[in-house]
């Protein structure tokens, strides 16, 4: 099993946009770059083993050649330069073989101009495009060597917005992430501030099932957040891998995560972006909350009032509110992001797609959602009706709170009926037939009943007598 730790929280759109289709509102979405991708020009084979450096070679570095190791550094105090450690990065990247890296060398050698970098652009061994992402990877690790009682043994992940490695934390003696965000955001004091919000969130936050936060602060021109390193897979890729997770485990799944958001939404936050990036599981089986990049405090007016009319999520699993960029947004959307994720993940689909994310919001607030069961039939009823209350575009209809969304899932566990989620009535469904009693031949007449006659004198009488009482008492006084 890979071992991961809570991917950067980026702000670019999952989907790319339409040519012929409107543009999109402005929404701050996911965009996980891929940590490998390679451009089809200039892809080469390449020998998994490492090359031996000749003597006097000047990418030879300390601790098996790995320039990402703390003790890689020339001059015994600083990082090498990016010419001087840019062979051990193209092999290490996969672009180049060992002999294509030796014959770009000599071809430098008999040069009197130029660098290792301009020799393999001009050779098509790599794109410009891949040099920039290793100037840029190279930048980052040589940042985070320089982050006081942290040694960096390798990078995790990699996106627009930030950079993850693993480190180990000397004082400590164990394993953390690193989040550290490249220098071209130092500049822009409202993404340093909201990568500090993130920390100060993570740090008021303790719970099993959610990533701790450990330390957040500035080395040289960088900043950088240091957070629990989590061992195992996102719940995003247990699904690419398994395609559908059973009932059972994705009850499991929801029951630790919904847990992890009554614990955040009783200390006043809400995370707004739930989605099965942002789920990683251990080994053990664990559920573990991550990236709160994009959470706000409930009280924070403020805040509310900066992003009103802002679409601040990821588009497949978005509550309607967050598209209106609602400013009352609450522990409820946080619900049906976390319904989103479920439905993906018992389905193999998301609940809305489209071509962009215009489409795919425009989903989320108009259209009827198909029934989870009726895309995956194995699914019960039960389960079936409390994904639909989770995604429930009216709040009204919606689960309140995540301990009410906890109580159904106890009872789902234990094999029974849920309690707030119940089966919607379709009333065109519903005929009621009332019962008609057969007529045999014509209707009878029914003959008036006679009066006895001594009976119909003596109530004569007795009327004259209570008539003659009733006058008597009226004249007599």
Do not use: W
């Amino acid at each position: 099993m890979i071992a991961h730790c809570p991917p950067p929280n980026l702000l670019s759109s999952t989907l790319s946009h339409h040519p012929d289709s409107p543009p999109p509102p402005r929404t701050d979405t996911e965009s996980m770059a891929n940590d490998h991708q390679q451009d089809d020009k200039a892809h080469r084979p390449a020998s998994q083993r490492s090359p031996k450096d000749s003597p006097g070679n000047p990418t030879t570095t300390p601790a098996g050649g790995d320039p990402e190791h703390p003790a890689a550094k020339s001059g015994g105090s600083s990082t090498g330069g990016f010419d001087t450690m840019l062979g051990q990065l193209v092999i290490r990247q996969g672009l180049v073989t060992a002999d294509e890296l030796q014959q770009c060398r000599s071809h430098l050698q008999s040069q009197t101009v130029g660098t290792l970098s301009d020799i393999l652009l001009a050779n098509d061994f790599v794109t410009r495009r891949q040099m920039a992402r290793l100037r840029r990877e190279f930048e980052a690790r040589k940042s985070t060597q320089r982050i006081p009682g942290y040694r960096i043994k390798r990078k995790l992940g990699a996106g627009a917005m930030a950079t993850v490695f693993l480190a180990e934390q000397v004082s400590l003696d164990r394993l953390v992430a690193i989040k550290v965000l490249p220098k071209k955001f130092t500049e822009d004091a409202n993404f340093i501030s909201r990568f500090y919000k993130e920390g100060r969130a993570a740090a008021s936050l303790n719970h099993p099932n959610i990533v701790q936060a450990i330390d957040v602060g500035q080395a040289g021109e960088h900043h950088y957040f240091v957070m629990e390193y989590v061992e195992g897979e996102t719940v995003y890729e247990k699904i690419a891998r398994d395609r559908r997770i059973t009932e059972s485990d994705a009850i499991e799944i929801l029951k630790q995560s919904a847990r992890a958001l009554q614990h955040a939404h009783d200390q006043g936050f809400i995370h707004r972006d739930i989605k099965p990036k942002n789920l990683m599981l251990t080994k053990g089986g664990q559920v573990k909350l991550a990236d709160l990049g994009l959470a706000r405090n409930i009280d924070d007016i403020e805040a509310a009032k900066a992003e009103a009319g802002r679409a601040y999520g990821t588009p497949y699993y978005i509550s309607p509110e967050q598209i209106r960029g609602a400013m009352d947004i609450g522990p409820q959307a946080d619900i049906y992001g976390l319904g989103a994720t479920a439905y993906h993940m018992v389905t193999g689909q998301v609940p809305f797609s489209g071509k962009n994310p215009s489409e795919v919001m425009h989903h989320h607030l108009k259209t009827p959602l198909e029934p989870p069961d009726h895309r995956n039939p194995t699914l019960s009823a039960e389960f079936s009706q409390v994904l639909e209350m989770m995604l429930a575009k009216d709040l009204q209809e919606r689960y309140r709170t995540a301990s009410d969304l906890l109580e159904d899932l106890d009872l789902l566990q234990r094999g029974e009926a849920p309690h707030y989620a119940r089966p919607k009535l379709n009333l065109s469904d519903v005929s009621v037939t009332m019962p008609v009693e057969p007529v045999e031949g014509p209707p009878k007449t029914r003959k008036p009943s006679s009066i006895d006659p001594a009976l119909a004198i003596a109530s004569f009488v007795l009327n004259v007598i209570l008539l003659g009482v009733v006058l008597y008492l009226v004249f007599s006084g």
